[in-house]
């Protein structure tokens, strides 16, 4: 009887949780069967070192690049988007599969530019966060069915917009790619405001719906709804593994090579992050920039 080896997986990026998060995933848990986290580079030797030994990951580079020829896939996992493309180019335009532990980037013309690159060169690339993915959405979803045409939707959650780590980009996100989830990617205009290190923000869609994201800088993320109707409030609880879908959903990408995503809808949460990080700047009403 042979064993099939394993699927190997290298990070590039050690300082964000779910480095160490995804790792614990795969190599401990051992879910999703055939794969495993065998290389990490870190920003510094601090973050790489617990990282590796939290996820028990068995090698640390001290430059990316040497995992080339070593790994099957890769996941970029900076904290901060804007180094995320430039991460990743080498190893698409090596032909390996690439997780990009969102944003894909803090810029929508990069984001796009690097979509087209990995097009052109044929290696599957996605990127998500993981609150779209918890198991609790199903039953969110089921009740704005149930609540008559939605006229305001508030999602709130931790974050802040001066973060260092990108501003409304970091935590933004993950607010951001949920709204995306649930409502699509036709947000037409945003208007943003921010009072110290807190933001209240409108992007509004067709049909009168208007989706206010906030950031009161405080846990966890939230629901309230309004329809035509009536309304529900739900705290978005994170499943007892919190990392096990989006796990298994970029996996699936790497033994398929089938991306579950379109470019429309990677590119749709960079869009009306980059109109709120502009409205931001300038205090007014700024239109979400065609993604396709």
């Known amino acids: ?51 590796a030994k939290a996820g028990q990951i068995p090698k640390i580079v001290s430059d990316p690049a040497e995992m080339l020829g070593q790994i099957d896939g890769l996941m970029v996992d900076h904290r901060d988007g804007q180094y995320h493309v430039a991460a990743a180019r080498p190893f698409v335009e090596a032909g390996i599969p690439v997780f990009v532990d969102k944003p894909i980037s803090t810029s929508l013309a990069e984001a796009r530019e690097f979509l087209r690159f990995r097009r052109e060169r044929g290696v599957p690339v996605t990127t998500l966060s993981s609150i779209p993915y918890q198991s609790c959405i199903g039953g969110i979803r ?11 939707v508030h999602l709130n959650g931790p974050g802040d917009p001066h973060s260092k780590y990108g501003g409304i980009f970091f935590y933004g996100i993950h607010q951001i790619d949920l709204m995306i989830s649930l ?9 943003a405001m921010v009072n110290g290190s807190t ?23 939230s629901i309230t709804a309004l329809g035509m109707d009536g309304a ?36 749709a949460p960079i869009a009306v992050l980059e109109a709120l990080r502009e409205s931001v700047a300038t205090g007014r009403k700024v239109s979400v920039p065609p993604v396709v």
């Open 1 to 51: 009887m042979t064993t099939r080896t394993p699927f190997r997986i290298g990070i590039i990026g050690a300082e964000n949780s779910h480095a160490a998060a995804i790792a614990k995933e795969i190599n401990i848990a051992g879910t999703p069967a055939g794969f495993a986290v065998t290389h990490i580079w870190g920003e510094t030797a601090e973050f790489a070192d617990k990282t």
């Open 232 to 267: 529900f409030h739900e705290t978005i609880k994170m499943d007892a593994s919190a990392y096990a879908a989006t796990t298994e959903l970029f996996t699936t990408m790497f033994r398929s090579r089938i991306e579950p995503f379109d470019d429309a809808r990677m590119l």
């Open 142 to 152: 089921s009740q704005l069915g149930t609540i008559g045409a939605l006229r305001t």
């Open 183 to 191: 409502f699509g990617i036709q947000a037409e205009s945003v208007m």
């Open 199 to 221: 933001l209240a923000s409108v992007v509004s869609y067709p049909d009168g719906l208007n989706v206010m994201i906030g950031m009161p800088g405080v846990k966890p993320f």
